[in-house]
C-alpha cells in the first residue's frame, strides 16, 4: 500500500517493494524487509532535514516546484539504504522539492529497466538513477531523457553521452582506488604476491575501472599474480553471494596475500574460514564500514598479515547526483563538478589519513566515512 508521510518539507509517497535483506547480529547482515528499513529512512530523514531546514537553501536549489524519482538496480545492502538515506537527507535540502519516490530494482535487470520507466509514467521531473546492469539501462535512461524528464545516471557508467541519453552522468575516478589499492600493496607486499579481487555484477564499470588502477601499479614490478575470476570475482555486491564465492577461494587457493574488495563489509562473513583452516588472515585492501573496522581491531593481534587499507565507500556520491538533478529541474546553480572524489579513508599501517576506527556501540552496517552522522545511520539498521 501507498504510504504518504512528510520529511521536513519533503513530502514523500512510497511504492514500497520489499526485498529481503541479509544481515546477522553481531557481523552486518539480518534477515529483515528492505520496506522496513526504507520506512526507518524517512524518520532519519526527518532528523536531518530538520537540521537543514534551519539553513540556508543551497544554490542548487531553484524556485520551481518538482518531484524526484530516485532508481536503484539492487537496493538490498546496507550500503544501499545509507547511500538512499543520503539521498533524501540530501533532497530534502531543497523546498522546491515536493515528493521523492524510490524504486529498488532487486538485482533484476528488467525490473530496474521498469522502476524507470514507471518514473516517467507517474510523471517525475527529474530522476537519479544508479544504474547497476550498465549498458542495459541505457534505452530506459534515453527514452526518460527524449520524454522531457531530467535524467541523472550516477556512479556505473550506463555509455551513451551527456545531452544525448541522458543529462548528465556523475561518476568518479574508481581508477583512482585502484592505484592507491595498488600502491599500498607495494609498501605492505614488497616482494609480492597473489592478488585475489572482488567486485559487483559481471563487467561493471566500477569493477573494471579499479582492477584497471590495480594492475597499473603492480603489473610493472612482475611480482604479482591475480588469481580467482578475472577481471574480478563476481559477487552482485550482495553479502550471501560474497561469502559463498570468498569462501570457495579461501578453499580453492592455500596462498591468498591479499584481497581487493570494493565493498569491504561484505568480506567480514568468510574472513573466519582462513582461521578455521589453521590461515592467518591476508591483508585487505577495500573500502570502509564499521564492521570491518572491528573486525580488525578484535582479530589483528592474531594474525599478523591482517593489515587493512581502506578507501571511503561514497555514500555521498548520491548527493552529488541529487544536487545535479534538482538545479537542473529547478532552475538552480549548477553545482561546480560532475566528478565526485574517490578519498582514501583508513590506513592500520601508518594510521593517516585516519586510523582504523570502530564504533562497537553502534550497528556494523553503517559507514563512518559517510557525512550522515553515525547515529542517523544506526537508525536505518538494528543490531
Known amino acids: 500500500m501507498p504510504g504518504r508521510v512528510v520529511v521536513g518539507k519533503l513530502i514523500e509517497t512510497e511504492g514500497r517493494t520489499c526485498t529481503m535483506i541479509q544481515r546477522r547480529r553481531g557481523a552486518i547482515f539480518v534477515l529483515a524487509l528492505a520496506c522496513l528499513a526504507f520506512t526507518v529512512t524517512v524518520a532519519a530523514a526527518t532528523a ?39 539521498a533524501r537527507s540530501e533532497a530534502a535540502k531543497c523546498p522546491s522539492v515536493q515528493s521523492l519516490t524510490y524504486a529498488d530494482g532487486q538485482g533484476n535487470t528488467q525490473k530496474a529497466i521498469s522502476d524507470i ?40 557508467t550506463p555509455g551513451g553521452k551527456a545531452g544525448v541519453n541522458y ?19 607495494l ?39 591475480f588469481i580467482g575470476a578475472q577481471p574480478f570475482e563476481v559477487t552482485n555486491w550482495d553479502p550471501a553471494l560474497t561469502q559463498k564465492v570468498l569462501s570457495a577461494d579461501i578453499a580453492k587457493y592455500p596462498k591468498i ?58 555514500n555521498d556520491h548520491a548527493r552529488l547526483a541529487i544536487d545535479w538533478a534538482v538545479a537542473l529541474a529547478t532552475g ?4 561546480a563538478t560532475t566528478h565526485f572524489p574517490a578519498l582514501t579513508f583508513e590506513n592500520s599501517v601508518t594510521g593517516k589519513p585516519h586510523p582504523v576506527e570502530c564504533k562497537a556501540n553502534l550497528p556494523g552496517d553503517i559507514y563512518l566515512s559517510a557525512e550522515l552522522p553515525a547515529s542517523v545511520q544506526a537508525k536505518l539498521v538494528k543490531k
Open 332 to 335: 538552480g546553480t549548477k553545482p
Open 48 to 86: 536531518v532535514a530538520k537540521t537543514s531546514a534551519k539553513s540556508a537553501v543551497p544554490s542548487w536549489c531553484g524556485p520551481k516546484k518538482i518531484t524526484l524519482g530516485l532508481t536503484d538496480g539492487f537496493g538490498g545492502n546496507s550500503w544501499r539504504l545509507v547511500t538512499t538515506a543520503s
Open 117 to 156: 520507466q514507471g518514473m516517467v509514467a507517474k510523471g517525475v521531473n527529474a530522476l537519479v538513477v544508479f544504474p547497476d546492469a550498465g549498458k542495459a539501462i541505457l534505452p530506459a535512461l534515453t527514452s526518460a531523457f527524449k520524454a522531457g524528464v531530467i535524467t541523472v545516471p550516477y556512479r556505473v
Open 167 to 185: 543529462n548528465v552522468f556523475i561518476d568518479t575516478p574508481f581508477k583512482n582506488a585502484g592505484v592507491d589499492w595498488g600502491k599500498w600493496i
Open 257 to 314: 596475500d591479499v584481497i581487493v574488495s570494493d565493498f569491504g563489509p561484505s568480506l567480514v562473513g568468510a574472513l573466519p574460514e582462513f582461521t578455521k583452516s589453521h590461515r592467518s588472515i591476508p591483508a585487505l585492501a577495500t573500502s570502509d564500514g564499521n564492521v570491518l573496522g572491528c573486525f580488525w581491531q578484535k582479530n589483528h593481534a592474531a594474525n599478523p598479515t591482517f593489515k587493512l587499507f581502506t578507501v571511503s565507500t561514497q
Open 187 to 225: 609498501q605492505v607486499l614488497p616482494k609480492g604476491g597473489n592478488v585475489l579481487m572482488l567486485s559487483g555484477p559481471q563487467g561493471n564499470s566500477q569493477g573494471v575501472e579499479e582492477n584497471q588502477g590495480l594492475h597499473s601499479v603492480l603489473d610493472p614490478t612482475h611480482k604479482y599474480k
